[in-house]
């Protein structure tokens, strides 16, 4: 796999991840510990992003 592709892959887990965030945030019933995870996963794959960029 290039790094590219890798790049592409993981942008589009990040949009995923970031789309579920926002919508488990406007649930009433949400569970704030899962959120803090998820937002965690998140930021872990921007840095990875970034890492690869560079």
Partial sequence: MSVTSHVSALQK????LSQTIETEQRSPASDNLQIAEMKREKLRLKEEISRLRS
């Fill in 13 to 16: 887990k990040h949009q995923i």
